[in-house]
């Protein structure tokens, strides 16, 4: 036997043992794995059976369960969630369909009472003259006060076509009963389209359930018909929701067979390469999409997908950060569990997830990726962007923040009562486009609040409290008393002056919640309009086709609200993006 044969049985002989060896291995790993997870199951269930029959009180199952399973899950991510079959319909609602059978109002509770919060366009409610501010004092003859906003809510809700009655307290007037017929209640994913200035179309879209794409379909089709001169897809605040529909958003902006994202995680039979299908509906028109940082999941998938394939101009705040995709597992009884499967990527090849929740600090917070860790991607035509967290707009916009007066009016319900108040008598109102409060208006309104309490601390006075606070503590608060005295009074002088110094924020919270009174949800954005100034910059932008041209090639540099913005953003994030931090 020549010396060659005999060196390849003897390396065959190796691979043969060596293959031997790496089977062992994995068998045995695979049995310690099922043994570790043979084990842990018994001791779990084992400490639910003590627990259960030894507890010195009784003990809810179900919930004691959930609890146990919710604490495991914690250690992942927000997103990985188990849903037990009591809260299976409300998951359903909320994550997957807006279609529900009802009167199409919304609720809150107030001093053990329930009141009407919302009243939807076409729906029973509305029909029977429901009106927002409307305390409901019973339901079916069964009172409500002391009840809280589930309970009241599975009473509204049943089958379609069965009659519910009302029991009404409206003002100071006698009570009065409403015998409405509940209806199939499906809140849009569009919640308004139309035009707006400079012959732009206007899309507002709060989120990505089912027949989204659809809903965008349609309100691009009457857009069209207007000729517009630029499309603006508002994304602010919305959280998200079926990545399939925001896929098929992207195709009527942009030709068939190409990548808008892809999904990769630990199972490669999960891993799929989304592309567009269809020939896009408007594949040259202009594009603005507004983001804020409320903009999340399926949202940033839309904005990133088109920022990548520079087919639009982002406009507003860095969105949120969520790269994240889940992925739902039926379990045993009609419940089931959401897990988070994969990350996913936009056609740079960036996933823009902002927190690592893999690599926790001891104390089990997370932290952002850290900037050392980002990465720059190009666009198509070669514009940086950057991986992470969020998308970063194209223009940037310094988002307001309210006045702590404005947001003691909100949270006390003053706003709300004083436009209910407004809406009894006033029995039509003008134009939402046009309608704007005078000075004589604001001034009743101001009025009005002369007797109710907002009362609020400013950052100033948090700040004065801290003073007092320390130095009291170091025994050196009556050395100071006089002048901190002297200081207080000023502040309190100058908070008088807080309803007129913030008039026109206050004036435009207030003329939104009149509007809607009379004009249900399209009304609050037809007045908010004039105020909207990420929608004025869109509008501006895309007047302007060159700015568009320097912008999608990655040049120039452009002023923004009093702020500079670079269209090639740099890597770090801007130090007034705070609320993304």
Request: proline share 3%.
């Amino acid at each position: 036997m020549n010396k060659g044969k005999v060196l390849f049985k003897k390396h065959r002989r190796q691979i043969f043992f060596g293959g031997i060896l790496t089977l062992a291995i994995a068998t045995w790993s695979f049995k310690d794995d099922l043994f570790q997870i043979s084990k842990n199951l018994d001791v779990f269930a084992s400490v639910y059976k003590e627990v259960n029959i030894n507890y010195v009180d009784d003990i809810n199952s179900e919930k004691m369960v959930k609890t146990g399973v919710d604490a495991m899950l914690d250690g992942l991510d927000p997103y990985t969630e188990f849903v037990p079959e009591s809260e299976i319909e409300e998951y359903k609602l909320h994550y997957v369909s807006t279609q529900y059978g009802g009167i199409g109002a919304g609720i809150f509770a107030r001093k053990s009472k329930v009141y009407v919060s919302d009243v939807f366009e076409g729906f029973p409610a509305q029909k029977a003259d429901i009106r927002p501010g409307d305390e409901l004092v019973k339901i079916n003859d069964i009172l409500l006060e002391g009840k809280n906003n589930d309970q009241v809510g599975i009473l509204l809700k049943g089958a379609k076509g069965a009659t519910i009655k009302l029991t009404v307290r409206r003002g100071t007037a006698p009570v009065f009963d409403k015998t409405l017929v509940r209806d199939e209640i499906k809140q849009p994913n569009v919640s308004y389209y139309g035009m707006v200035d400079g012959n732009m179309g206007y899309i507002k879209l709060d989120k990505f359930l089912e027949n989204s794409a659809d809903e965008v379909t349609n309100a691009l089709s009457q857009l069209k018909k207007n000729n517009p001169n630029g499309i603006i897809l508002d994304l602010r605040s919305n959280g998200g929701g079926i990545l399939q529909e925001a896929v098929k958003i992207v195709n009527l902006f942009v030709p068939k067979d190409v990548e808008i994202v892809s999904q990769i995680g630990k199972i490669k039979e999960k891993n799929f390469t989304y592309r567009t299908t269809g020939t896009p509906m408007e594949p040259d028109l202009p594009l603005v999409v507004l983001v804020n940082s409320h903009s999340a999941s399926a949202s940033e998938i839309v904005a990133g997908s088109l920022q990548d394939l520079d087919r639009a101009i982002i406009i507003g705040q860095r969105s949120y950060g969520k790269g994240l995709v889940q992925q739902t597992f039926n379990l045993p009884y009609n419940s089931l569990v959401k897990i988070t499967i994969a990350k996913y990527y936009v056609p740079s090849g960036r996933c823009i997830q902002a927190i690592d929740y893999t690599h926790r600090k001891d104390d089990g917070t997370v932290l952002k990726v850290a900037d050392s860790l980002i990465h720059e991607y190009k666009t198509k035509d070669g514009r940086s962007v950057y991986d992470g967290s969020g998308i970063y707009p194209d223009i940037f916009i310094k988002q307001d923040h309210f006045a702590n007066v404005t947001e003691a009016l909100v949270g006390k319900l003053l706003i709300f009562d004083y436009a209910t108040r407004y809406r009894d008598t006033h029995s039509t109102l003008n134009d939402p486009h046009t309608f704007s409060l005078s000075d004589v208006d604001y001034a009743e309104f101001v009025k009005y609040l002369d007797d109710k309490n907002y009362s609020y601390n400013s950052g100033s006075e948090k700040l004065l409290a801290d003073l007092k606070k320390e130095a009291t503590k170091e025994k050196q608060f009556t050395a100071i008393q006089s002048e901190y005295d002297a200081l207080k009074a000023k502040m309190d002088a100058s908070k008088k002056n807080d309803l007129q110094l913030h008039k026109d924020e206050i004036k435009q919270v207030l003329e939104n919640e009149i509007v809607s009174r009379y004009y249900f949800e399209k009304g609050r954005y037809q007045t908010n309009f004039k105020y909207d100034k990420e929608l004025a910059q869109a509008v501006k932008v895309m007047q302007d086709k060159q700015m568009v041209a320097s912008i999608l090639k990655g040049e120039g540099t452009y002023k923004v609200i009093g702020k500079p913005v670079l269209a090639m953003v740099s890597k770090k994030a801007d130090d007034d993006d705070a609320d993304n931090k």
